[in-house]
């Protein structure tokens, strides 16, 4: 008999938008994904972080890091990062070292606090916004912000963009690719030094481009993924940021009794990290 299989399916982007939020709490409800990732630096996250509060009894709440989508916490410091960057230019300010240490610190700080401001706990795991938090300088300075803030407790899991990505069409992934590929090694090696904990396997990335096979992909995810891994993905309603019909396709399939279907096909459970270690 084949035992099961415990793994954690995340949505990230929580308070990037209302719809995006709004989808995130409906398949939170209906136990359809067990975990959401979410961005302190909105301006909707004091109105819509306080929802997720009656749902952080059965799923993990965690902080997304954000240095790309909105103006940074600490824009109105003087010591302060003052504006959002491209994904292009943090890759290479990232590895110019032209991002200084301290800003960072301070920034991913003020996320921290503007997290457990609004929640009152917390966060159940850490992440980043396009994977930011592996590179160089930024994975130094989350470390450095964690040890800080979490002085008197444990450092929640990290997320470690490892495992290796599914895609459509390669060709038009150089980027996508790029990015999921860079820092992870030098990432976990600090991970390992400093005993911290994170995921040991990672599925979800994909070429977010024209029509998606939603069914497919996420049932390559389910089989390829090992147990205790995380699933990324990125539902959400109505959404303008890029990525919207992506995002429809994904809440739909998501929602629906197909995905239950093949959960209980492929003998998965959804779970949070604390249960994972609990086996």
Known sequence: MTSTKRIIV???????????????????NNRAISATSCMATSPLWPEWGPRLKALATTADIGLHLDLTEF????????????????????????YSRQLPLAALVREFTLQLQRFYEVMGFNPHFIDGHQHIHQFPRIRDALLIA?????????????????????????????????IHTLGRNAFKRALDKAKLCYYKDFKGIYVFK???????????????????GIIMCHPGHHSTD??????????????SAAWQTLLQTEKV???????????
């Open 146 to 178: 964690c040890k800080d803030h979490f002085k008197n407790s444990t450092v929640p899991p990290l997320r470690l963009v490892n495992g290796y990505p599914f895609f459509s069409s390669l060709r038009d992934s150089a980027l996508k690719l790029l």
């Open 210 to 228: 024209g029509e998606s096979n939603t069914a497919l992909l996420f049932k390559q995810f389910i089989q390829q993924i090992s147990p205790g």
């Open 242 to 255: 890029g990525i919207g019909h992506i995002r429809e396709q994904e809440y739909v399939f998501l929602n």
């Open 269 to 279: 459970e959804l779970c949070r990290y604390q249960q994972l270690t609990a086996l």
């Open 71 to 94: 103006t940074p916490l600490s824009a109105p410091l003087a010591d302060g990062l003052h504006q959002p960057l491209s994904i292009g230019q943090t890759i290479i300010k990232a």
């Open 10 to 28: 995340c949505a990230d982007d929580f308070a990037l938008n209302e719809g995006i939020s709004t989808a995130i709490i409906e398949l939170l």
